[in-house]
């Protein structure tokens, strides 16, 4: 069968679809305006419709109007979630070869059909589809009415000559793939079908097609003068026009066709206040109600300024995602989503890449978020065509050698295709086009943005140019116009931010410090791939420093992984697909089903709307919030922990005004010797729509006297006889409670046993290697290079003394890689005390050529029935040397299993970091300094084999860890290199680990 070859013309977009306009459901009185399902003039046409899977569209039968149907699909969904076709994900590289605007004649092909019963009222009907991808042929009985594309986007067609009364027929042909799939190559599962809502409208004749809320503000933002563009499909008429403010009290209400009203005393939008007036239109038969706020985003001398305040986005990227319906997302699965949010002090969602459905700004609008909007395009794919295939990462590589410069270069060039080609200016411009006008009555968003990563060029400045005439009041973003044609000049004059992805801390201060014309935006940073987010404390500190820099949008909310059989996650290539990558689309602060990580939890803290430091002996508290006093959202709980243990607590209401300290009423305990904390926790105290009272928005933590210790020293020697026998291979220190052997070809205790019983079931050890995280993606190579995957210990020299209260080991040894050198040299004092504690003191030395080391220290496999940790030390999440504000220093509990942090891809996980001791029933480990420790029911080796969690298999023992130090976390994955000094870095280092047995 062949369909019309509109799909392979990017000059033919829609056919018979009304032009895009804004979203608003018609109603016929008020009652009904709390959804749209209640409206008399909406039908809703979701559910099971007939469907019939081809590979290709050529297999649709000649006569497919008339064609029996084998199967029911669920309208909206992917048909990829339903037994059709399969799952593929693909991020950067076509799926397809690029060769526009041609698309494979392998194109699969859905056809969809229902009936509905249908009595005319003798008005217009419009018939809507919200969301298909990537295109449809739209029939109703068995009539061709219209065609259209943008997957992201509203098709709204005029059905009124084409229905009959009683049985009505639909059927709709979607193709996988169109010309605009080059456009919207977005990082995801390539999903199809229609997957947001089908339904009909019922219409006045001469209905209000569109209409856009205008306003403009005083300068002290006191006053605002509203007026309304308005557009009906013929003539212009007079509606009723009303507004009612927050209260519910009218401000106005007047018959007009064009009007301009001045509003005293405004109320203004804000994410931490939403206030929302009501507008009502009210035509003869119709009631169409839009939320407004008032509010003034705009920039002045490069600072980006909301309300006249300087804010910051706490922003993350948010697709449509879901493991089980894909891109079909229903309200509440979004309220789940924006309640998240909410409760993890984020203010700010970027709509990656394309706009999402409908109603999803409305409810932005409503409790209170940030919004840039993006358009539905991404071209990145015409990236990858440069002679020489760019390593993906070729944009964040700053090494500017003549090759590199060159493919860079010639990347660029390939990137910007679709940017300047003339043929795809008209698609650009209608992606802008349904972005825009469908949203622009939105409060929420107040950036547009034109898109992602598909280079800059003269269908972007038009794009630009286009929206900041259609609409001035709000601002413009396009990160990817830092691209820039080897053969031309672009224009930036209407793009309003710097914008940057994945930009250093030391970018930002760069910027800030010497270009300063534009804020800086980081529309994607901190990318949140495994375990991760170990940056948000510096970038924060950054954002704080420069009013420049407005905060960013972290990549991403959500990772996204269809469901495998099993209800597993399945990432790229589980599906049998190629090309794929991999599981860059496990990438989110949240799992495919929302359950938080721990990165979305040192987010929170990190965002937390105050903060207090100890200064001159007394806590100050800062209020980071925009626009409001302290008083009016938040409890501040505080508790003195006095060695562990709380002795006494408050709490506080704080009168402070948005952007100012106070000092804390509260008296401090003496230094007395002890270890003392104080913790201060802030909760809600009040309801609103999304966040419970006493809901916790963050903590934070002063250790009042950081050099008093809690850990027992290890010096007290009970007098105990002991017998020491030396081999020529061992040494046995021993007596009727404990015994030691010692390896002397590794220098280690390969047994430790006490009241007859083993402590450890295999060889203690030095360890520096680690399950590798997604963030060590780039550095793994080097460590594997280096042999760190691969080493083994052994020993030089043993000497032995034997005085009354200890024997004493001194050993020369060294780590030494197979193929490889020596990665440590090793001088090793182990010192056994005559009650059976001990002690081993290092001093390592590593290459300096070599790579910073994953980790370094002492594992121990424990018996499983050891029983539970106590520890004291940043818990009970896991917690890194840059990723622990998720935490507090405290004494906690675990075991193993409670330990392990599941991640999809296993990884290194569940460390604790600045730990002071960790006690079991049968042995308490402590050490000179602060540490990590780790407990695991698998091995760094299994966790490092696996790629898929379903796939570990436990030890049959409990592996412990303690570490001198355990390298950062960082963002390495999508990101800046890890800082050096969240490395373990040093050349040379010493520490001593002490334990006792129980
Ligand atoms: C960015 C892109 C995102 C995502 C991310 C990596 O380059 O805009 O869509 O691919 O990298 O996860
Ligand atoms: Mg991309």
Redesign the pocket.
């Known amino acids: 069968m062949a369909l019309p070859n509109y799909f392979q013309d990017p000059n033919t977009l829609h056919i018979n679809t009304t032009p895009h306009h804004a979203y608003f459901i018609p109603h016929q009185s008020l009652e009904t305006i709390s959804s749209r399902e209640q409206s008399p003039y909406f039908t809703l046409l979701n559910g099971d419709w007939d469907f019939n899977y081809y590979e290709s569209y050529h297999d649709l039968p000649e006569d497919f109007l008339n064609t029996a149907f084998e199967h029911k699909i669920p309208v909206p969904s992917n048909w990829q979630n339903h037994g059709f076709d399969h799952h593929h994900y693909t991020?950067i590289n076509y799926p397809f070869p690029f060769d526009p605007p041609f698309v494979p004649h392998q194109n699969p092909c859905g056809l969809y059909h229902r009936t509905f019963q249908f009595e005319s009222n003798g008005k217009r009907y419009l018939l809507n589809f919200e969301g298909v991808d990537s295109c449809l042929f739209f029939y109703v009985n068995r009539q061709f009415v219209g065609y259209s594309q943008v997957s992201h986007s509203t098709s709204e067609f005029d059905v009124t000559d084409f229905l009959t009364q009683g049985t009505n027929h639909l059927h709709v042909v979607v193709l996988k793939w169109c010309d605009g799939s080059y456009l919207e190559d977005?990082?995801k599962f390539r999903m199809s079908g229609i997957f947001r809502d089908v339904y009909l409208l019922e219409r006045e004749q001469n209905y209000l097609q569109d209409f856009f809320v205008r306003y403009e503000l005083s300068e002290d933002l006191s006053e605002a003068t509203l007026s309304l563009d308005l557009q009906f499909i013929a003539e212009n008429r007079p509606l009723k026009v009303e507004l009612i403010s927050p209260e519910n009290v009218s401000v106005f209400c007047k018959q007009a066709v064009n009007f301009c009203e001045k509003i005293t005393n405004v109320q203004l939008w804000n994410v931490e206040n939403p206030q929302l007036y009501t507008l009502i239109l009210r035509t003869e038969n119709e009631v169409i109600v839009q939320k407004i706020g008032f509010r003034k985003a705009e920039v002045k001398d490069g600072v980006f300024y909301f309300n006249n305040q300087p804010i910051k986005f706490k922003g993350v990227n948010r697709h449509d995602s879901d493991p089980k319906t894909g891109y079909a997302i229903s309200y509440a699965q979004a309220l789940k989503d924006l309640q998240l949010m909410k409760q993890h002090n984020i203010n700010a969602i970027r709509t990656?890449?394309y706009p999402n459905a409908p109603w999803f700004t409305e409810l932005c609008d409503r409790y209170g978020f940030y919004v840039i909007a993006e358009s539905d395009v991404e071209s990145h794919g015409a990236s990858m065509l440069a002679v020489k295939t760019p390593e993906p990462s070729i944009f964040l590589n700053h090494e500017n050698d003549l090759e590199t410069a060159r493919i860079r270069q010639e990347t660029i060039d390939n990137f910007c295709y679709f940017a300047r080609d003339p043929a795809f200016k008209k698609a650009i411009l209608d992606r802008q086009q349904a972005n825009v006008e469908r949203d622009k009555n939105r409060t929420s968003v107040i950036i547009w943005s034109l898109g992602?990563?598909s280079g800059y060029g003269e269908n972007f400045e038009a794009a630009a140019a286009w929206i900041k005439q259609r609409d001035p009041s709000r601002l413009v973003h396009y990160e990817s116009s830092i691209y820039q044609h080897s053969e031309y000049q672009n224009d930036l004059s209407n793009l309003d931010f710097y914008s940057e992805?994945y930009g250093s801390t030391e970018d930002i201060d760069c910027y800030c410090e010497t270009l300063k014309t534009k804020p800086f935006i980081l529309c994607?940073y901190s990318?949140a791939?495994g375990n991760s987010n170990g940056d948000m404390e510096d970038y924060w500190q950054t954002f704080h420093r420069h009013p420049q820099s407005c905060g960013g949008f972290i990549?991403?909310w959500c990772d996204h992984a269809p469901y495998r059989e099993n209800r597993q996650f399945g990432y790229g290539g589980d599906f049998g697909e190629t090309p794929h990558d991999g599981n860059?689309c496990m990438?989110g602060l949240v799992s495919p089903d929302r359950i938080p990580h721990s990165n979305l939890k040192e987010v929170k803290n990190v965002n937390r709307p105050v903060r207090a430091r100890f200064e001159d002996g007394k806590i100050v508290l800062h209020n980071y919030l925009d626009f409001t006093n302290l008083a009016d959202i938040l409890t501040v709980n505080y508790e003195f922990v006095q060695n562990g243990i709380t002795t006494s607590g408050g709490f506080l209401e704080v009168d402070c005004e948005p952007h100012q300290s106070v000092v804390l009423p509260i008296s401090l305990p003496e230094n007395n010797g002890s270890h003392w904390l104080l913790n201060l926790s802030y909760t809600q105290n009040w309801d609103t729509e999304l966040l419970e009272m006493e809901h916790e928005l963050g903590f934070d933590q002063i250790n009042l006297y950081p050099q008093n210790s809690l850990k027992k020293q290890l010096l007290v020697v009970t007098q105990t006889a002991f017998s020491v026998n030396e081999t020529a291979l061992t040494v046995e220190i021993h007596n009727e409670d404990y015994r030691y052997l010692f390896d002397k070809q590794k220098g280690i205790f390969s047994q430790i046993e006490k009241a007859g019983e083993p402590l450890i079931e295999q060889p203690l050890d030095f360890q520096f290697w680690r399950a590798p995280t997604d963030n060590d993606r780039l550095i793994r190579a080097a460590w594997q290079n280096a042999g760190y995957d691969n080493a083994y210990m052994r020993a030089y020299e043993t000497v032995v003394n034997v005085s009354e209260q200890a024997v004493e080991i001194r050993v020369t040894s060294a780590i030494v890689s197979i193929s490889r050198g020596r990665i440590l040299t090793l001088d090793l004092v182990y010192t056994i005390l005559a009650d059976g504690q001990f002690s081993v003191k290092i001093n390592a030395q590593r290459p300096a050529h070599l790579p910073f080391l994953p980790r370094f220290g002492l594992r121990f496999a424990l018996s499983k029935n050891i029983g539970v940790a106590e520890y004291f030390g940043y818990g009970e999440l896991e917690s890194y040397i840059d990723k622990h504000h998720l935490a507090k220093l405290g004494v906690y509990r675990t075991t193993a299993e409670q330990n392990h942090t599941d991640y999809v891809k296993p990884q290194e996980n569940g460390s604790h970091f600045g730990c002071e001791y960790v006690k079991f029933d049968r042995l308490y480990a402590t050490a000179d300094q602060p540490f990590s420790f780790n407990l695991s029911p698998y091995t760094a080796e299994e966790l490092t084999a696996k790629i898929h969690c379903y796939d570990l298999v436990k030890s049959p023992y409990m592996i412990f860890n303690i570490d001198y130090k355990m390298s950062g976390i960082g963002s390495n994955s999508?990101g800046p290199n890890l800082k050096d000094e969240y490395r373990l870095n040093e050349t040379e280092f010493e520490v001593e680990f002490q334990f006792i047995l129980g």
Request: with cysteine; aromatic share 12%; charged share 30%.
């Open positions: 991020n977005q990082d990656a890449h992602n990563e992805m994607e990318h791939m990549w991403e860059f990438d999508c």
